[in-house]
């Protein structure tokens, strides 16, 4: 069983800057496409940004382009969500995923096999 756990959530405030992590515990992990997901409260789950383990360029939501920057360290095992210029809208419990597959697209979370916990993060107006 892969287990995923995030960290790194907070309260921060507009405009503040906020890294995320995602450890992964399967040693495999530079065989995974890693991908994050929000959701916000009363929200479907939604596709943030997702980085092919092939070294494929990153893929990104519109919302988030531009501000947001997905990266992964294959030998901590982990996956980062560089997250600036944040606001009331980023609001959102904060997924990390994982799947087997490199090819897009990379926007449905039935795609993917495993999932992580979730972090919040708040950002205050």
């Known amino acids: 069983q892969v287990h995923l756990v995030e960290s790194g959530g907070a309260l921060v405030q507009t405009g503040d800057s906020l890294r995320l992590s995602c450890a992964v515990s399967?040693?495999?992990?530079?065989?995974?496409?890693m991908a994050w997901f929000r959701q916000a409260p009363g929200a479907k789950r939604e596709f943030v940004a997702a980085?092919?383990?092939?070294?494929?360029?990153?893929n990104y939501a519109d919302s988030v382009k531009g501000r947001f920057t997905i990266s992964r360290d294959n030998n901590k095992n982990t996956v980062y969500l560089q997250m600036n210029s944040l606001n009331s809208e980023d609001t959102a419990v904060y997924f990390c995923?994982?799947?087997?597959?490199?090819?897009?697209?990379?926007?449905?979370?039935?795609?993917?096999?495993?999932w992580g916990q979730g972090t919040q993060v708040t950002v205050a107006s």
């Open positions: 980085q092919p383990w092939n070294g494929d360029k990153a």
């Open positions: 399967d040693g495999t992990f530079s065989a995974y496409t």
């Open positions: 995923a994982a799947r087997r597959t490199y090819r897009g697209p990379y926007d449905n979370a039935q795609d993917y096999e495993y």
